[in-house]
């Protein structure tokens, strides 16, 4: 969530042959680019889990961030990152409709989404169909209304591996 509340973003990525990550965005945010070295970093680190066979370290990822609204930082796309990295790696897209919430750390583990009932009003807002969201925040959804219940289907994950393959399609 950055200054501004939270952010609706697009991370695409393209891999081939070579090796590290390159940003393609012109004026690259400092949150941004930290988000992609830690959703990077979780891509080395659980290369067996998330790819199998494949070695991430042997492939060139080109990485892109689109902003639809005002927060153009890049703050907390960690996992999102994790999840465009691997999707490319596996040549599998991103569910459609997908809004995925968590800030993932260079250790792997998921940090508290801030303010879930506020991130699911803007999915909601948005016309998302699923918000993926950490399993620990499904308490703090009590509060949301019920008119977004019926609008959006809330999805939760336990671990990055979790959320990384109940993000791509199958």
């Not at 390159?22 to 949150?31: C, D, E, G, Q, T």
């Not at 494949?54 to 994790?82: I, K, W």
């Not at 790696?89 to 998921?110: D, H, P």
């Not at 209304?145 to 999805?155: A, C, Q």
């Amino acid at each position: 969530m950055g200054e501004s509340g939270p952010g609706l973003y697009r991370i695409e990525v393209i891999s081939g042959s070579g090796n590290g990550v390159s940003i393609l965005n012109s004026r690259v945010p400092p949150a941004f680019r930290e988000s992609v070295k830690v959703g990077e970093q979780n891509l080395y680190a659980q290369a067996k889990e998330l790819v199998g066979a494949r070695d991430p370290r042997c492939h060139e990822f080109s990485v892109q961030m689109c902003a639809f609204d005002n927060d153009r930082s890049g703050y907390a796309l960690e996992l999102a990152t994790l999840v465009a990295l691997t999707g490319s790696l596996l040549e599998k897209n991103t569910r459609g409709g997908l809004i995925v919430v968590g800030q993932l750390n260079l250790g792997g583990s998921i940090e508290l989404a801030p303010n879930p009932v506020a991130v699911a009003e803007i999915a909601a807002e948005k016309n998302a169909s699923v918000l993926l969201m950490p399993v620990s925040r499904r308490r703090q959804l009590n509060d949301l209304p019920d008119d977004i219940w019926t609008k959006l289907r809330i999805e939760f994950y336990s671990d990055p591996v979790d959320a990384v393959f109940k993000a791509l399609v199958e």
